[in-house]
């Protein structure tokens, strides 16, 4: 028998997650699986030649599962300007400004995650046009919102994207001048017109992947953004199966296509979830509205902040509708972004109107973020045993003075993201990121310290989401999302124990990542 690598992490707490919650003193890990779990002289017994680290009472968790991720754009954000550290307007213009010293006239100057809505109040208004001039006039500016439907431009970007069709999200002040912010449709055209080439891409990816496993992921579930670059090619699956084909892909990634590719995936027949461990498809993605940072999010009632809207769809029910029935007769997975509580119906309707029609073995229908779901929306989502693919960092918003009271009032500080109540509803929940930013124990620190009762989690249940739960969503858990032996070796070794430290989960460091019983990150 040829000799397989074998790891042995010992006396420690190995939290297997696994129905019962065992919690075993080691593991070993043989070749990519797991070999055994257990006491320290069983594992040790049923080891060969293993390479040994020495817990010293450390917690073993399952490596995390990023289950809602955009892993080119979460690279983009690190080799490009990242404006999520920007305290104030004055800095983020700064970063840009630095950014535009060392860009070729001409070439795009780009900033990512930005966010108004943490600056200084009086200081809470988008990024305009005039201040982009500030920034440069030779180079073309986009700096796009940490939610990613709202860009704002400077003047050379205005001019050389192509708006036509889409005039209606270039958004004018009175005198019908452009403001320099765009959103929805025509922020996807300013995506197009800036996006990376082949060589820049792969250095986002790379740059994604180190990253993630600093953070401890082992697995993402990757979707198509609000903007695939439709007639473009698709970068994001073109750099995926490079890096794949020349085996850098150490980060198992899982894909969602765009909904405009509905008809290729049932013209291909791939079955679902085609692929191998490192790069699988995973089904179809696609929108029913906006955010709550743009107020494009679909929402019963008015925001609060603007009466005149409760928000847009993106795609209206008869043509989500139409992508569902597609990837339905191809038998592929569906996952839909719904953050308002109608848009969350309006999905809810018609994904049942396809499980009447087809005969679908385990559909395990998913919903993006799901926000504001009523009450009867979580029984509609536990009967149909319907995903909730949700974002407990986004609790970063909901706190008092902050964006989400804003939008939605104070009432409903504690009635969005209501992670207990869809958990106690027996809805399968998946915890993810959306890249805002990326790292599962800021989102767990969220969920487990939130305020208010129908938000908070279990340390145990905040975990599980972001491991088995994650793993459920996209039809991974008979290999993916516990420690259990014959389950792929993907772990993560932190500094200290998030039950004992559950105000603290945030800083708690990550110290070794392992995905397929190698260790990818060593922290120092
Ligand atoms: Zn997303």
Known sequence: MAHQSELLLRNGDVRVFDDDRTVAE?????GDRIAAVGSTDDVESAADDPRVVDLDGRTVLPGFNDAHTHILSVGIQLIETDLSEADDREQALAMLSENARDTADGNWVLGFGYDESTWPEGDRSYLSRAELDGVTETNPVAVTRVDGHTVSLNSEALEKVDFEGVEHDVITDEQGDP????????AGRVKIASRPDVEKARRALDAAITRSHELGITSVQTMAGLTAVRDHGNLVQETLQKAWKDDDLTLRVTYYVHAS?????SDLELAPGFGDEYLRVGGLKTFSDGSLG??????????????????QMVHDGDELEAWFREAARADQQIATHAIGGQAIDIVLDRYEAVLDEYEIEEPR???????LATDEALDRFADHDIVASMQPNFLQWSKPDGLYEARLGTDALPTNNRFRDIDGADV????GSDKMPPGPLYGIHHATNSEYDPQRLDVDRAIAAYTRGAAYAEHAEEFKGTLEPGKLADAVVLGRDPFEHRAEIEEIDVELTI????????GS
Do not use: C, M, N, W
């Open 26 to 30: 080691s593991v070993l890990f043989r």
């Open 179 to 186: 403001t320099g912010r765009v959103v929805e449709d025509a």
């Open 261 to 265: 590719q509905a008809a290729s995936l």
């Open 294 to 311: 743009s107020r494009t999010a679909k929402i019963h009632g008015e925001y609060a902040d603007d009466p005149s809207t409760d928000g």
């Open 365 to 371: 229908l998913r919903v993006e973020h799901v926000e």
């Open 428 to 431: 399968p929940l998946a915890f």
């Open 515 to 522: 995905v397929g019983g190698e260790v990818v990150y060593e």
